[in-house]
Each structure stands twice: as C-alpha cells, then as structure tokens.
C-alpha cells in the first residue's frame, strides 16, 4: 500500500523500545506523502531513497525523544525535522552516540518486499507486471551499505536453488506428554516425566523412545549435537496403540498396530486423566490444540489414529543443521550428526536434499560465518527484550553466494572440523576466507563485517534496559 500509494520520506526508528513505557516493542514513525494511484506499486528508479533515521533512547529527556541532540533553535523537534529534510535531500549519512541517519534505496526496499511477500497467495491479486517477479533474495540494507562501500557486486541464490530445505523443528502440542528426560540402558531408555506427569516413569524401547533436541539450554558448548549425549527424549507412538483402542477398532484396523509396552501404556492412561491446562481452566491432553489433529477416525482401509500418535517424522524435524529461533547474542548453527536427533521448533532447521551439492558439514561451516551472522543480524525479527528471531521464512530469503564444487568441499572439510572443535578460530577463520573469495571481499572487509554485525547485536542488547546508553561518548 505504501509503495503504491506513497513517497516515503522519512522512518524514524525507536532503537531500543523508550518511547512508551509499556511497549515491548520498537515504535517506527513513517512520514510519507500521499501520491496518486502509480501503474506499478513495485517500480523505482535508481537513486531514489529514504531517509532511516535512528533515534538512541539516550536522546530523550523527560520532554522529548530527542530533548538531548544540541541543534540551533528553540524548539527541538522542529530543529530536527528540518535538519532531517536536509539528510533526505542530501541523501547525506550522519552518525553519533544519539541519532543516525542514512539514505535508503527505494529500489532495494521495493525488491526486498517482493522477496517477502512473492510467496503469499494475495501478491499474485495485486495486478503487477509479471517482469517484476522475485528470485526471493533479500539483501538487508546494511549488508547492502557494506557491499556498495566496498565495491562488490557478488551474485546470489537462495538456498532453495541450491537444493537445501529450510523449515521448523517438531512441534508436538503436548510437551509434557511426548517429551521425558532418559538414559539409555541397553536396548532401552529409562524415562522420567514432569510437568503435569510429574513423578511417571516408564521403561521403552529405543524404537519408541527417540533422542530429542529439546531447548536451548540443552546445547553442548561445541558446535554438534549427538544421540549419544542427548538427555531429552520423544515418545514417538505412531506404530503402536493401547490395546483398548486396537479391542475397540477390530481386528482389521489394528493390524498396523504394535500393543503399546505395558509401562507406556501406563504413562498414556495417566496423561488421558491428567490436567494440561490450569485450575482454573482444566483441559485434558487430547483437547489441546495441537494434539487433537492427530486423532483419525479409520477410513478406506486406512487405521484409525489416536491422539498419542504423532504426525509422520519429517526431514525438517531431523535437520542437519539448525539454529535457534530466538537468539539474545549471535545466532549460532549446530551440526545434527547423522540427523539421529529429533529438533523441537525451538529451532529453525536446514537440510540438503539428495541432489544438493551441500553437504551436512559444508552448511555447518556456511552458517557459521561471518556473512551469514551478519546477514542473519539485520534479516531477522528484533523483539521486545532485545532477542533475534531467525524463521524459517529469514532463512529461505537468505543470500547464498555462488560458491564453486571446490569451495563447498573446502567448507565441507572446515565443517567437520567444527563438528569436532578443533582449532575452532582458526577453522572459522578459514571459513571466512572462503566465504570472502565468493563475495569478491578481502580479510580487512570480512572484518569489517564482522563490526557491522557486532554493533547490531550490542543494539539489541540495550533494549533490555530501556535506555540505551552512550556508549562511553560524551552527549552530541
């Protein structure tokens, strides 16, 4: 609507969430003049900008966002708007401890909604040109900043085209039921339940009881993930039914089944009994949103299904690699050896499919760049506290330069040295090196790369405190 509506002048940014005392989320001012109705809402030409400004918390005073930033005149406010119309006609840059500034390309602007927005079933409504269509690439503008500073024009693909899926790990609706802690004993796993099954514990077999990466705090200090340390477990029930529901279906329906081990069977019946919800709104397992899907009357020859049985296992919830969905420093990616290990969508995961000339540990070293932190930085979702959150949806609009088969064997090598955490900064510096070749880039502007994602993130840290700071400068 904007674009097609509007010239957009101005965004104004609240960079750490100070303007309203109850908000937990960044305000954005937008000033734009109101235009008439333009033939393409998605077509601009080059040089035409915006003005992003940047306003510190540090900046207010009790009677003004900006009451602290010295300008001539007696009123603050109108002062800054007419030192901004002077940034926007410029399309000049300005920096200091309390307000930043920078001009905006309305050309990329316009390519990254497209990014966003190609795969929704509204754009197609919309009646563009078919010329504009999107390669779903979105290049944030500080990664666009840095590229035209240092004079680099590197093409990209999506990892889609590379023949690398991009999804969320598994959401099983019910955690206190389908996830226990365990150990392994031989063939099986003792588990220990909380939550509303506090107290249950049950012997399975390991074709029952799958290794789960469940949270955060779960994560191993290195950069790989394994079955043999994991600690978390899934009750993964899909071919096995309490003998009462295969009693209750026939002899016809049931056959897919296996009987349920006795002492699950225990832990289900008393999850059937149990409170899932709160005292005040009591709610039973099977009647929680996510678990009541799964329920399946038979039909054409097909069994019934019950609510204990989780929907069919995906690549997406056994990745190769994957990442936290919310993030408080630099993202980071985990290698999932030989995808033994379910992933909780507490995760966004990644895998190459059969074609792919990626492999497990190539994306493991790719993802850990420091192109990819720093696109990953400024692409993904800032929230309230100050936390990144890396989707699913972030990681397919991602920049993939094109990297030789050469390359992506050396990163694959790079990777699986990771994986085993030998000479972590330097495999990460190599890393970097190859990264660097396919942007056209050197050392010195990796690093500079490297500075650019920092500050992002040392601006997201700030937001927790509500005040933003200054940074050891004096007051400009």
Same mark, same amino acid.
């Given at each position: %609507?904007?674009?097609?509506?509007?010239?957009?002048?101005?965004? =104004?940014?609240?960079?750490?969430?100070?303007? !309203?005392?109850?908000?937990?989320?960044?305000?954005?001012?937008?000033?734009?003049?109101?235009?008439?109705?333009?033939?393409?809402?998605?077509?601009?030409?080059?040089?035409?900008?915006? #003005?992003?400004?940047?306003?510190?918390?540090?900046?207010?005073?009790?009677?003004?966002?900006?009451?602290?930033?010295?300008?001539?005149?007696?009123?603050?406010?109108?002062?800054?708007?007419?030192?901004?119309?002077? &940034?926007?006609?410029?399309?000049?840059?300005?920096?200091?401890?309390?307000?930043?500034?920078?001009?905006?390309?309305?050309?990329?602007?316009?390519?990254?909604?497209?990014?966003?927005?190609?795969?929704?079933?509204?754009?197609?409504?919309?009646?563009?040109?078919?010329?504009?269509?999107?390669?779903?690439?979105?290049?944030?503008?500080?990664?666009?900043? &840095?590229?035209?500073?240092?004079?680099?024009?590197?093409?990209?693909?999506?990892?889609?085209?590379?023949? +690398?899926? =991009?999804?969320?790990?598994?959401?099983?609706?019910?955690?206190?039921?389908?996830?226990?802690?365990?150990?392994?004993?031989?063939?099986?796993?003792?588990?220990?339940?909380?939550?509303?099954?506090?107290?249950?514990?049950?012997?399975?077999?390991?074709?029952?009881?799958?290794?789960?990466? *469940?949270?955060?705090?779960?994560?191993? @200090?290195?950069?790989?993930?394994?079955?043999?340390?994991? *600690?978390?477990?899934?009750?993964?029930?899909?071919?096995?039914?309490?003998?009462? @529901? %295969?009693?209750?279906?026939?002899?016809?329906?049931?056959?897919?089944?296996?009987?349920?081990?006795?002492?699950?069977?225990?832990?289900?019946?008393?999850?059937?009994?149990?409170?899932?919800?709160?005292?005040?709104?009591?709610?039973?397992?099977?009647?929680?949103?996510?678990?009541?899907?799964?329920?399946?009357?038979?039909?054409?020859?097909?069994?019934?299904?019950? &609510?204990?049985?989780?929907?069919?296992?995906?690549?997406?919830?056994?990745?190769?690699? !994957?990442?936290?969905?919310?993030?408080?420093?630099?993202?980071?990616?985990?290698?999932?050896?030989?995808?033994? #290990?379910?992933?909780?969508?507490?995760?966004?995961?990644?895998?190459?499919?059969?074609?792919?000339?990626?492999?497990?540990?190539?994306?493991?070293?790719?993802?850990?760049?420091? &192109?990819?932190?720093? +696109?990953?930085?400024?692409?993904?979702?800032?929230?309230?506290?100050?936390?990144?959150?890396?989707?699913?949806?972030?990681?397919?609009?991602?920049?993939?330069?094109?990297?030789?088969?050469?390359?992506?064997?050396?990163?694959?090598?790079?990777?699986?040295?990771?994986?085993?955490?030998?000479?972590?900064?330097?495999? =990460?510096?190599?890393?970097?090196?190859?990264?660097?070749?396919?942007?056209?880039?050197?050392?010195?502007?990796?690093?500079?790369?490297? @500075?650019?994602?920092?500050?992002?993130?040392?601006? *997201?840290?700030?937001?927790?405190?509500?005040?933003?700071?200054?940074?050891?400068?004096?007051? #400009?």
């Amino acid at each position: %609507m904007l674009f097609r509506w509007f010239d957009i002048e101005f965004v =104004v940014e609240d960079e750490h969430a100070s303007w !309203f005392d109850d908000a937990q989320v960044k305000t954005t001012l937008i000033v734009a003049k109101r235009m008439k109705r333009r033939a393409s809402a998605l077509s601009r030409p080059e040089g035409a900008s915006y #003005c992003h400004i940047a306003i510190s918390a540090a900046a207010a005073t009790p009677q003004s966002p900006i009451g602290r930033i010295s300008l001539p005149g007696k009123v603050a406010e109108k002062s800054f708007a007419k030192q901004a119309r002077l &940034w926007l006609r410029n399309t000049t840059s300005h920096a200091n401890c309390l307000a930043r500034a920078r001009p905006v390309s309305l050309k990329l602007a316009c390519r990254n909604m497209i990014a966003s927005a190609s795969r929704q079933k509204w754009f197609a409504l919309i009646g563009e040109d078919e010329n504009l269509t999107s390669d779903g690439i979105n290049i944030p503008h500080e990664i666009h900043d &840095w590229l035209s500073r240092r004079g680099l024009s590197p093409s990209f693909d999506t990892f889609e085209s590379q023949g +690398v899926a =991009v999804g969320q790990g598994l959401r099983t609706g019910a955690n206190g039921f389908f996830y226990a802690d365990g150990e392994r004993q031989g063939g099986e796993v003792a588990l220990t339940f909380s939550g509303p099954l506090s107290g249950l514990t049950a012997k399975a077999p390991s074709s029952i009881a799958k290794p789960v990466l *469940r949270r955060q705090s779960e994560l191993p @200090d290195g950069f790989a993930v394994s079955s043999a340390t994991t *600690r978390g477990y899934a009750l993964n029930l899909r071919g096995h039914a309490l003998p009462e @529901d %295969m009693a209750e279906a026939g002899n016809s329906a049931s056959v897919p089944y296996k009987p349920m081990p006795t002492e699950v069977a225990a832990v289900v019946r008393a999850a059937a009994r149990a409170n899932f919800g709160t005292s005040k709104k009591p709610r039973k397992v099977f009647e929680l949103t996510a678990v009541c899907t799964n329920i399946r009357s038979a039909s054409r020859g097909a069994p019934a299904r019950h &609510w204990y049985m989780l929907p069919d296992l995906a690549h997406r919830h056994r990745p190769d690699v !994957f990442l936290a969905r919310v993030n408080a420093a630099i993202p980071k990616a985990y290698l999932n050896e030989g995808r033994e #290990c379910l992933i909780d969508a507490n995760f966004s995961t990644m895998w190459a499919k059969s074609t792919s000339k990626w492999s497990a540990n190539a994306l493991l070293a790719f993802m850990n760049s420091t &192109w990819a932190h720093a +696109v990953i930085e400024f692409s993904g979702a800032v929230m309230g506290g100050g936390a990144l959150k890396v989707e699913a949806t972030h990681l397919r609009r991602f920049p993939v330069p094109s990297l030789s088969d050469d390359q992506i064997r050396r990163l694959d090598g790079l990777g699986a040295n990771l994986a085993k955490g030998k000479s972590i900064n330097e495999m =990460v510096a190599a890393i970097n090196a190859v990264i660097a070749i396919s942007l056209g880039s050197d050392e010195e502007g990796i690093k500079e790369l490297g @500075d650019i994602a920092h500050a992002g993130q040392a601006r *997201r840290a700030k937001h927790n405190r509500k005040q933003g700071g200054i940074d050891g400068h004096d007051v #400009c």
